[in-house]
């Protein structure tokens, strides 16, 4: 993933420029492409992360104790934040 940031892959190297034809092999194969996403989606700063900038205007995250701002808690990306399954925005 890019930047640790989920729902993304990093293109920019040539590294994994062929992931998409990869995963159409798969399934030619009968495999599965599993990918495997953290709950904790990456705080990055505005415009950076479109995963975390639409979350924050939906409200879909774990707000603190007063609801005046996202919970941050650490995961091995550093700063996240994390869907509140109970709201319909998280879905």
């Given amino acids: 993933m890019y930047d640790y940031q989920d729902f993304t ?7 994994f420029d062929t ?8 399934t030619t194969m009968n495999m599965h492409f599993i990918p ?3 709950i904790g989606i ?10 975390y ?5 939906a409200g879909a995250f774990l707000q603190i104790h007063d609801n005046s ?6 995961v091995w990306p550093g700063d996240a934040v994390f869907p509140d399954f109970f ?3 998280a879905v």
Avoid: S
Avoid at 9 to 15: A, I, M, S
Avoid at 19 to 26: E, G, I, M, Q, R
Avoid at 42 to 51: D, H, M, S, V
């Fill in 9 to 15: 892959y990093d293109n920019r190297t040539g590294k």
């Fill in 87 to 89: 709201k319909p925005a």
């Fill in 42 to 51: 990456a705080k990055r700063p505005a415009g950076e992360y479109p995963a």
């Fill in 53 to 57: 900038d639409d979350g924050i205007a």
């Fill in 36 to 38: 495997i996403l953290d």
């Fill in 69 to 74: 701002e996202a919970f941050v808690g650490q």
């Fill in 19 to 26: 992931l998409p034809d990869f995963v159409k092999n798969l």
